[in-house]
Nanobody, 115 residues
Framework: QVQLVESGGGLVQPGGSLRLSCAAS????????IRWYRQAPGKERESVAI???????NYSDSVKGRFTVSRDNAKNTVYLQMSSLKPEDTAVYYC?????????WGEGTLVTVSS
C-alpha cells in the first residue's frame, strides 16, 4: 500500500505562484513515474506533469513553461512549483503513482486562482 498526501493548495491571484507537495508513505526512489493530475468540477481529470526515477520530466501543453515538477527522494516527496497562475488552473490537484498494477492517489489539494 502507498499513501500519498498532497498539500500546499490555496487561493492565489492570477499571476501568482504556489508550490504543491506530495508526501509518500514509502520510498519513492524506485518509483518509475510519479504524476500530477488536476480536475475541475464537471471536467475530465488531466495529467499535467510527470517525473521519472531518473529525473526526466514532461508537462502538458497547458502548463509547460509555468510549472516545474521535482522530487526529493530523501524526503519521499514530489513537488509541483506553479507560477504565472491563470484562472483556468483552478482545480483539485492530485499526485499519482502506479505500483504492482494498482493506481494510488492522494485526496488532492484545491488550488483556486481568482482575483
Amino acid at each position: 500500500q502507498v499513501q500519498l498526501v498532497e498539500s500546499g493548495g490555496g487561493l492565489v491571484q492570477p499571476g501568482g505562484s504556489l508550490r504543491l507537495s506530495c508526501a509518500a508513505s514509502v520510498s519513492i526512489f524506485s518509483m518509475t513515474r510519479i504524476r500530477w493530475y488536476r480536475q475541475a468540477p464537471g471536467k475530465e481529470r488531466e495529467s499535467v506533469a510527470i517525473i521519472t526515477s531518473t529525473g526526466t520530466t514532461n508537462y502538458s501543453d497547458s502548463v509547460k513553461g509555468r510549472f516545474t515538477v521535482s522530487r526529493d527522494n530523501a524526503k519521499n516527496t514530489v513537488y509541483l512549483q506553479m507560477s504565472s497562475l491563470k484562472p483556468e488552473d483552478t482545480a483539485v490537484y492530485y499526485c499519482n503513482v502506479v505500483r504492482g498494477g494498482t493506481n494510488y492517489w492522494g485526496e488532492g489539494t484545491l488550488v483556486t486562482v481568482s482575483s
